[in-house]
């Protein structure tokens, strides 16, 4: 395998096609009060919660989470924002987003949603003179501001309840390899992972399928102490598209209410082991089954995996959403056979 070249591991970065090589575990170092989110979340008008739509190429980001000394897409934005926003002059903190889908090191995102916490004094004074409302005045100054590899696409005032991460129906990602070396695209390869084996796709997308249902993830997952390693994988296919952009690719489409840490490129490291023959195809459902973690199921680069879509409820039923996500997922709540829904 032809692995992408490695960018430093410390300081922003200018070179938008060199890879990242780590992964980004560290938790923000700052948190908004309390009482201002509980406040958004009600709908109170101290404060105005906006709704991001975003997309990023992670090449250059030490992932999404903001770390001291590292260059990752939440500490550029939030320093976006509080630039456009004037929050200093204002006296007020410092923006603080929160963000649907943290991101590791090197994984891009095309559908990436956050929502941030404004004072709508704040708001109003950013809009400007020329500028139909604030918000499209915050998306046309974060255009001046933000690097070429993050874009804030939309910035929409969000419905009451409205929670970036816990709001959250299911997260779309999409795994693009190419196994074909007459296929090879050198513009593209920080965006696809390249193999050297040609891929059975038919037996990895058996394997994959194998797996879709709500199960305790724990062989494919990290472990991190009190988080819970349960979640619901809607879908899990491979395909090798014939039309489009991905032509030529083998693609895998990973759908779930949520995932644990590193759980989508270890369940496509698995896959590949399947495609390439060193597994066989029941292998994947038998190591879900033993919940123990296997070296067989390789964590792959990050660079081959990004973020297409994040999918809400209707407006009314965000906020039981949020609360119903932040309900502890048990271990007897799971399904007792791999592949059985």
């Known amino acids: 395998m032809t692995e992408p070249p490695t960018r430093p591991r410390t300081g922003p970065s200018t070179d938008p096609t060199t890879e990242a090589a780590t992964e980004s575990t560290t938790e923000p170092t700052t948190e908004p009060s ?25 090449t250059a980001f030490s992932g999404w989470a903001r770390q001291p000394t590292l260059r990752t897409v939440q500490g550029v934005l939030e320093d976006a924002l509080a630039v456009v926003l004037r929050t ?20 891009h995102a095309r559908g990436q949603v956050a929502h941030v916490d404004v004072a709508p004094a704040v708001l109003e004074a950013a809009r400007g003179r020329s500028a139909p409302t604030a918000e499209a005045a915050l998306v046309s100054r974060l255009a001046g501001v933000l690097p070429a ?21 299911r997260r779309r990602y999409a795994y693009r390899i190419c196994d ?3 296929a090879r695209d050198p513009l593209s390869r920080a965006h696809v992972l390249w193999r050297r084996r040609s891929l059975d796709v038919a037996a990895m997308d058996a394997a994959a ?21 349960i979640r619901t994988l809607e879908r899990f296919s491979w395909s090798r ?42 292998w994947t459902a038998e190591l879900l089954a033993g919940r123990r973690r296997d070296a067989g199921a390789h964590v792959v680069a990050a660079h081959g995996l990004t973020l297409e879509e994040v999918g809400y409820p209707a407006d009314d039923a965000l906020a039981a959403r949020a609360v119903q996500t932040r309900a ?14």
Do not use: I, N, W
């Open 34 to 58: 309390v009482d201002l989110l509980a406040d958004a979340a009600d709908g109170d008008a101290r404060v105005t919660r906006l709704r991001l739509d975003l997309a990023y190429d992670g």
């Open 88 to 107: 200093a002059a204002h006296g007020v903190p410092a923006p603080h987003v929160t963000v649907a889908g943290r991101t590791d090191a090197g994984v």
């Open 149 to 169: 590899d993050l874009v804030v696409h939309r910035v929409t005032a969000a419905a009451p309840g409205f929670d970036a991460r816990f709001s959250a129906l």
């Open 180 to 182: 074909d070396s007459a």
């Open 209 to 229: 399928g194998a797996l879709v249902g709500r199960h305790d993830f724990a062989a494919y997952c990290k472990p991190r102490e009190g988080a819970t390693t």
């Open 241 to 282: 598209p014939t039309e489009g952009a991905d032509a030529g690719l083998v693609v895998a489409t990973v759908q779930a209410d949520a995932f644990c840490h590193s759980m989508v490129r270890a369940l496509v490291g698995a896959c590949v082991a399947v495609g390439e023959g060193r597994r066989p195809v029941a």
């Open 328 to 341: 502890r997922r048990e271990a007897h709540d799971v399904d007792a056979t791999p592949g059985c829904c």
